[in-house]
């Protein structure tokens, strides 16, 4: 059973890039046309499986498969990893696809979301899909299965449509939001291979691109393996025929156990480690050695050995190439060749042993494996207003505000004279904005933002020249400017000063304390320029009148007491003396 173990240990599915990297390699230099042939099926066929998970069952019937993925989501997500599967959502349209959800959901509980759902408007009761529309947007169907009690409200959260066992699969409206059990993807494909026919003693074991395998298979997609037990020879399904390999080794390792190159003549051929051979009738397999000694021993090749007109020697694996010493494999930069990667708005790009075909910045790949513009704008990165260009967007900032330099997706106010109306919350007139530079002045009922003189702080160590909404200094001759404001003398005084100062803002002097301007959530100062200087004023005049109210009092008083009379004698008169 080494066959199986080894096909299931290793990925079926090539990318885009190393088929396309195969395909070049043919057209330049092979006449392989069946393998080239093989290479653009399989293309078409295993283009994404970008997910990586795994099915738990599926079903083929004619030219489609069907699989259920186990896997608790949403309805939206389901959608996204069916289409990342390279399929779709299940649609439910005939007796016979209903019949293949027995199938597929028998022995499973739970809810499954199939790819029925109400992209918009209101649900109709009358109709046959009750409004409702297939993933694949037509309406059309020949089976219809509803639940009762369907829910016909325009506000209703129940738009998408989910299956259970438990229920004979009614169709079940569900809110798209909810998590499922799992959910059913369907895919169709072209040229089909029937199952082999197994002799007595044989068994057939098949696996899909879709990632589930089985013994018991009436059709299989291009892109299948098969592996015939007991012989242990592999196939690949190719425009209905089975392919024995080894085919293109970037497809499943050409079907070989161990390693697969191709040799000088152009076919693909399966090598085995030193001491080991090819099985010569399966040509997959290895088996121990018969001759005595291995004649690819002594060589110590870093990957294969292959016979050349009756000598050996050593061959590298697609994507390398032999070095000098003829033994070691080096990295092939495919990127170099400008034929790689040939499609509008893609980019190559150099991987260890091959390359890959992505898409340039600004660019998203499509579902037909083309490189499209992605619209930028539609995840909203401008703070204002958004213009889509290819592979990029642009910004662009309303009336009255300009871009913030520090980041192009966000827009600053701006006014750019000595003036402008201030910008005011609409619902609140005091909650008014202003930008850098300006204070709020109210007028009446008229907000206005006026600039600044920044020069008037002294925040420049010598010269100052004021902008609208900004300033800028200079020092003079024999002084340099360094930072943004402070003055340093030259070493050589008579060097020349280094003039005026490119035209940036100079926000943060090192010596001045900041100025503090109004915020967005503060609400501007009532008190004006003018008010201010009313208050000095005022202020100033009341001192002087009481210096000069208290000055009169004290004078007045000081009069008063000069001016009182000389007390009068009584009772005293002048006595004479008697002679």
């Keep these: 059973m080494r066959a199986i173990h080894f096909l299931k240990q290793t990925s079926l599915y090539a990318s885009a890039a190393g088929t396309r990297k195969t395909l070049d390699r043919l057209n330049r230099g092979s006449n392989m046309k069946d393998v080239t042939g093989l290479l653009v099926v399989l293309l078409s066929c295993l283009m994404g499986r970008a997910s990586g998970i795994e099915p738990n069952s599926g079903y083929c019937i004619g030219n489609q ?19 990342a599967q390279g399929g779709q959502l299940m649609t439910v349209r005939s007796s016979v696809s209903h019949d293949i959800l027995f199938i597929l959901l028998g022995n499973m509980s739970g809810r499954f979301w199939i790819g029925l759902h109400l992209p918009t408007g209101c649900p109709d009761a009358t109709a046959e899909l009750k409004g409702f529309q297939w993933v694949t947007k037509d309406s059309e169907s020949d089976f219809f299965n509803w639940a009762p009690n369907f829910d016909s409200s325009c506000s209703s959260p129940h738009r998408c449509v989910s299956v259970s066992p438990e229920d004979e699969f009614k169709w079940t409206q569900e809110p798209c939001s909810e998590h499922r059990a799992g959910f059913l993807c369907e895919y169709s494909f072209k040229e089909p291979c029937t199952s082999l026919v197994a002799a007595e003693g044989e068994t057939v074991t098949y696996k899909t691109p879709m990632g589930f395998e089985g013994e018991d298979v009436l059709s299989l997609p291009p892109g299948s393996t098969a592996i015939r037990m007991p012989a242990e020879t592999t196939y690949v399904c190719f425009s209905e025929q089975w392919k024995q390999a080894p085919w293109s080794c970037e497809i499943h390792n050409g079907g070989c156990e161990s390693k697969c190159a191709v040799s000088p003549n152009q076919v693909p051929s399966c090598y085995c ?32 050995c292959f016979k050349n007109e009756g000598s050996y020697a050593c061959m590298c694996d697609h994507g390398f190439k032999l070095a000098p010493d003829g033994r070691s494999c080096v990295d092939f930069n495919d990127c170099k060749d400008e034929r790689q990667c040939p499609g509008e708005n893609f980019r190559c790009v150099n991987t260890v042993g091959g390359f890959e075909c992505v898409c340039k910045d600004g660019f998203q790949m499509s579902g037909g494996g083309q490189c499209v513009d992605e619209n930028e704008c539609e995840s909203a990165p401008c703070e204002h207003e958004c213009t889509n260009t290819p592979g990029s967007y642009e910004c662009s900032c309303y009336a009255g505000y300009k ?37 709020a002045e109210e007028r009446g009922d008229l907000t206005v933002c006026i600039d600044i003189d920044e020069c008037l702080f002294l925040y420049c160590d010598q010269d100052c020249q004021n902008k609208f909404g900004d300033f800028v200094c200079k020092c003079s001759r024999g002084y340099t400017l360094v930072g943004k404001s402070r ?36 609400q501007p100062s009532a008190l004006t320029v003018g008010g201010l200087v009313g208050v000095i004023v005022c202020t100033a005049f009341c001192i002087v009148l009481l210096v000069c109210l208290a000055h009169h009092f004290l004078c007045s008083r000081g009069k008063t007491e000069d001016k009182s009379p000389e007390p009068e004698a009584h009772g005293l ?7």
């Excluded at 498969?65 to 289409?83: G, K, L, M």
């Excluded at 099985?279 to 990957?303: F, G, I, M, Q, S």
């Design 573 to 579: 008169n002048q006595v004479a003396s008697d002679p």
């Design 65 to 83: 498969c069907y699989t259920v993925f186990r896997d608790p989501s949403d309805y939206s997500t389901a959608e996204d990893q069916c289409s």
């Design 403 to 439: 871009q913030d330099p520090e980041s192009r997706n966000k827009c600053k106010l701006h006014c750019g004279k000595e003036e402008c109306p201030a910008k005011c919350d609409p619902n609140d007139m005091f909650q008014c904005y202003c930008p850098d530079g300006y204070i």
């Design 273 to 304: 480690p030193p001491g080991q051979t090819v099985n010569p009738a399966n040509k997959v397999t290895c088996e121990k050695a018969t001759e005595v000694e291995d004649p690819c021993v002594h060589l110590r090749c870093d990957y294969a």
């Design 487 to 522: 003055c340093v003398k030259n070493e050589d005084t008579d060097s020349e000063g280094s003039g005026w100062t490119p035209d940036t803002p100079t926000r943060d002097p090192p010596t001045a304390p900041p100025v503090t301007y109004p915020g967005p959530t503060r």
